[in-house]
Each structure stands twice: as structure tokens, then as C-alpha cells.
């Protein structure tokens, strides 16, 4: 393998790790803020209790997840400058602005509140620790706004101008709201929100398996639930319109995705089979007609693309085959996982009520089934991200810049061997974290009582923040 191919697996393991975190990160602030919300109305009775550890456990997870995000980050930015130079020297015009726009607003706002997020209660009052928490969630959400911005406008540019191989910005609201970029931010937000969601109702399902439940399990694992519930058809229909779009703008990445090798009008859709690019050709290919273009064009009679429209411009075919498929069958499980657990909940309500009981009405092998689908947002946003990068190819900014021109020219020894590296430390970590989710899990730490002169405790829900 050459320097490109190890740059670019160099890259991948590095953004393919860092992905994970703010994937988690980006939806479970906004369950703490709700968990908070939850806690100060329910102030003065039993169920604040309830979620204030909820609030607890999910904070400690948070902090967690935003160290290694914040780490793995800073060494996926370095990359840019040490295997990609080509890329900052041509299009740095734009990728860094807004780059300086997600560390100056997003992370800076992060920064500012997470202090009194993670170690402001019992020193400021309810009200103004639920507006930290506010904070620290609207900041991740708008770090993920830059970032997506970007990343969209290597997939559609516009908005620029090309002066002496430089890339300039004539207009940034072109840049920013590209045509990719809406349905790009729908679709990671709500997939971030499955993650979490899964997140929180596999770890607390494990809780009650292993007896170690505290009293905001309950609370958490249903939150989990029926956030789920709800974002998985959202994020179908999402899928759906972002899927058109790609259709216009990167018609090879669709050819690749669904092994189209030849423009035909009425294409089948290829559900299962084996891509074949030395041939040109699915094997074993289980096909069902017209429904490609019915699918991805609303016309059963429509003309798609094939691969032979793009030649030496589309990507791999196999892996952005498989990883699209891995994708989609990953979000039919969490359908129907987080349907019938949903359905499990409205079910055992009326039963609750009647036995007078707070218990779930969850058998062992449902928390169980839960339990196995507690990393499945990591899988489902892994193998998405991978079709969005891999399906770029072979270009970096899409039909202006191709990858192969713009890499380092270091020894592949070199390259092998930081990557080596890479891949072992990020093991380790990824093992570490899980490693210390359980754990967190199985011992979950009670909130301390607020002390009688702290700000909590001495001034009133509805006195000044």
C-alpha cells in the first residue's frame, strides 16, 4: 500500500473513532436537560428524587464522552496539516473559517458552562444549573452545525470561486446552508438522538439485570424508549428525502450503493449480492425490479445512473454497498426493537396503575434484547459515515478536488506506522470507556444531599437565578 491508501485508512480510523463520541454527546445533553427540567418541576416531591439520579449517572457518561471526543478531535484536525496539506493550502479559504467559527462559538460556549454543568450543584441554584446544562447542550448542537456545514460543502460546494487553484468565498450563506447541508444536520441530529436513546435504555436495562438500578433507572430507560420510538420513523423519512438529494447532486455515490453499473431506465433495487467491479456486475444478486427508481425517484419507469456514466470518478463500489446495507438493516432493528419496547410501556400502564406498582413491565430476555442494542447508534452512524466518505471518492471536495492530489508525500513506513499506533491506542480507549460504562452502571454514585448553605438548598424555585 502506498502513502494514499494509508493516509486515507489513517484518516478513517481517526474520524471513524472521534464520530462516536458527539454522536452520543449531541443527543444525551439535551436528555439531561430534560432530565433537569424534569427534577426542578418535580421539586419537593418523590420523583424529584428519581430524576436527579437519573440527571447524575447520565452527567458522569456525558463528562466522559466529551473528554475523548475533545481529544480524538484535536488529533483528527492535526491530520489536515500532516497527511493532507493539499487540502488547506487549495480549499483552506473556507474549511478554515469554518472550522474557527465551531471553536469560537460551539466549544467556547461548551467550555464556558460545562464547569458549573458538571460541578455547579449544590453551589448556583436549580435555575441557573439547568441554564448551564441548556448551554452545554446548545453547544453541542451548534458544534455539530459547523462541522456538518463543512463536510456538506465537500460534498456540494457552492458558494465559491476559483482563483489561481484557491478556493474563495463568494458567498458564505451559499457556503453554509449548502444544498447538502439541511438534510445532512436532520440526519445526524436524529441519528444522534437513537444513539443516545439506545445509549441510555441498553445501559439501564443492564442496570436492572444486574440489580444495580438506582431510583432514576426507571426514569431513564423509558425516556431512552420513547425518544427512540419516536426519532426512528423521523430519521426513516429523513433518510428517505437526504437519499434524493444525494441522487442530484453525487449520483455515482447512488450508482455505488445500489450497484447500478449501467443507466437503465425502470432499475431493480439490489437488496442482497456481491459486488463485482472487475466484472461489472451484482453476483448472486437478489433483485426486486423497478424499485430502485421507484425508491430513489418516485417513478417506476425513471432512468438512473449507473457506474458506467462516471468513469474514473465513482467510488468503491463494495464497501459503500455494504456499509449502506449494514445501515438500513441496523435501523430496521431499531424499529422494531424500540416499537415493541414502546409498546411493551403503553401496554403494562393500565397494569401498573391497577397494581399500584412503579415496576417495568419488561421480561429478562426484553432487557436483554435491550441490552445487546445498547452500542447499535455506533454500528448504524459508523457504517452511514462511512457511505457519505467513501462514497465521496475519489474526490475530497466532490468533482473539483481529487484525494490523490492533495495527499503528503511521506514513506509509507512512516504512515504504516503512526496508523499502527493510532489503531492501538484507540482500542485501548474504546475497550477503557466501555470498560467504564458498566462499571458506572453496576456501582451508579448517588447525588450528595445539598448542603444547608448552599444556593439550592437556601433559596426558593422561584427566587432570582
Known amino acids: 500500500m502506498d502513502a494514499l491508501i494509508l493516509s486515507r485508512l489513517q484518516f478513517a480510523a481517526n474520524i471513524s473513532f472521534h464520530i462516536l463520541f458527539p454522536t452520543i454527546n449531541i443527543a444525551l ?9 424534569r427534577h426542578t418541576a418535580a421539586r419537593g416531591t418523590p420523583k424529584a428524587q428519581e ?26 484536525s492535526f491530520q489536515f496539516g500532516t497527511n493532507w496539506p493539499g487540502y488547506m493550502e487549495k480549499a483552506g479559504n473556507i474549511a478554515g473559517p ?8 460551539a466549544f467556547f460556549l461548551e467550555a464556558t458552562f460545562l464547569g458549573i454543568m458538571l460541578f455547579g450543584r449544590n453551589r448556583v441554584s436549580d435555575r441557573v ?22 463536510n456538506s460543502w465537500m460534498q456540494t460546494p457552492a458558494g465559491y470561486e476559483i482563483v489561481d487553484g484557491r478556493f474563495h468565498a463568494t458567498s458564505w450563506l451559499a457556503v453554509i446552508f449548502n444544498p447538502s447541508f439541511p438534510y445532512r444536520l436532520v440526519h445526524k441530529l436524529l441519528a444522534s438522538t437513537l444513539t443516545a436513546s439506545f445509549l441510555i435504555a441498553g445501559l439501564s436495562a443492564w442496570q436492572l439485570l444486574r440489580d444495580t438500578a438506582n431510583r432514576g433507572t426507571r426514569r431513564a430507560l423509558t425516556a431512552g424508549i420513547v425518544a427512540a420510538a419516536i426519532a426512528i420513523p423521523l430519521q426513516i ?5 437526504h437519499g434524493l438529494n444525494t441522487l442530484e447532486y453525487q449520483p455515482a455515490k ?16 439490489t437488496l442482497f449480492g456481491w459486488p463485482n467491479e472487475k466484472e461489472g456486475r451484482t453476483d448472486f444478486a437478489i433483485q426486486v425490479p423497478r424499485l430502485a427508481s421507484l425508491i430513489l425517484a418516485h417513478d417506476m419507469d425513471a432512468e438512473l445512473k449507473g457506474l458506467d456514466a462516471f468513469p474514473n470518478a465513482h467510488p468503491p463500489v463494495a464497501p459503500v454497498f455494504w456499509s449502506f446495507r449494514v445501515m438500513v438493516g441496523m435501523g430496521v432493528l431499531m424499529l422494531l426493537v424500540a416499537w415493541s419496547s414502546a409498546w411493551t410501556l403503553w401496554r403494562g400502564r393500565r397494569l401498573r396503575a391497577k397494581a399500584g406498582t412503579t415496576a ?15 452500542f447499535s447508534g455506533w454500528v448504524a452512524t459508523l457504517a452511514g459515515w462511512w457511505v457519505t466518505e467513501i462514497g465521496r471518492q475519489p474526490f475530497l471536495v466532490y468533482g473539483l478536488l481529487r484525494t490523490a492530489d ?13 496508523l499502527v499506533a493510532y489503531l492501538v491506542v484507540y482500542a485501548g480507549l474504546l475497550l477503557a470507556y466501555v470498560g467504564v460504562l458498566m462499571y458506572m452502571a453496576q456501582h451508579p454514585a448517588k447525588p450528595s444531599a445539598p448542603s444547608p448553605q448552599s444556593p439550592t438548598a437556601a433559596m426558593p424555585v422561584g427566587g432570582p437565578a
Open 237 to 241: 423519512l429523513a433518510g428517505d428525502q
Open 360 to 374: 417495568l413491565p419488561f421480561s429478562r430476555w426484553q432487557l436483554r434484547l435491550l441490552t445487546a442494542m445498547t
Open 254 to 269: 447512488i450508482a455505488a450503493i445500489e450497484g447500478i453499473w449501467h443507466t437503465e431506465k425502470g432499475a431493480p433495487l
Open 406 to 418: 492533495l495527499v503528503a508525500v511521506h514513506p509509507p513506513a512512516m504512515v504504516l506506522s503512526t
Open 129 to 150: 444549573h439547568l441554564v448551564a446544562t441548556l448551554m452545554v447542550a446548545a453547544g453541542t448542537t451548534l458544534s455539530a452545525f459547523w462541522i456538518l456545514s463543512l
Open 51 to 76: 430524576w436527579e439520579e437519573a440527571y447524575f449517572l447520565w452527567t458522569k457518561v456525558f463528562a466522559l464522552s466529551f473528554a475523548i471526543g475533545v481529544v480524538s478531535g484535536i488529533t483528527m
Open 98 to 105: 469554518l472550522l474557527g467559527y465551531e471553536v469560537l462559538t
Open 29 to 37: 445533553c439535551w436528555f439531561l436537560v430534560y432530565f433537569r427540567v
